[in-house]
Structures are given as C-alpha cells and as structure tokens.
C-alpha cells in the first residue's frame, strides 16, 4: 500500500500544503491550511468504484490503467509549525 504525507508549510504569503514538492492553493491562515490538509487526506483513504484511468508521462507516452475503488494510500499531516 503506498503512502502519501502532506506537510503544512509557508506559501506564496500566506500556508498551504504540499504532497511530493506540489503545493495546493494558498490559505490565508495555519489553520486553514491544516485544515484543508486533514480533509483531503481523510478524502484519499474513501474507497471509490473501480475505474479505468489514463495519464501521460513526462515522456510524452499514454498508459491506460484499471484503478481498484478500494486501493487506497495511507494519508498522514506533517505539521511542524
């Protein structure tokens, strides 16, 4: 099962949270920020239906995958403020 932690930090004059160097949009405050954060990572362990998805590479190349409805990551919050 993989594994994906947000970590709440300074953004763009204001808190937003980051997954793997991505940040999300920014919030005016900490708390809305840690907030936002708990939400979607308690979103990401929801099982959903099971779908085919497709995505590009950053090589230019198309894949086509089924992905499971109940293969869900383990989501943590890193908060060090």
Known sequence: ?????YKIVE???GWA???DGVFSEP??????ALAAARRV????????????IEYE???????TETAAGNDRPETNVEDKA
């Open 57 to 63: 590479t950053a090589d230019g190349k198309w894949h």
């Open 1 to 5: 099962m993989s594994h994906v932690t």
């Open 41 to 52: 990572a308690a979103e990401q362990r929801v099982p959903g239906r099971t779908e085919a």
């Open 17 to 19: 949270y980051t997954v």
């Open 27 to 32: 919030f005016a405050t900490h708390a809305a």
């Open 11 to 13: 953004h763009d004059g």
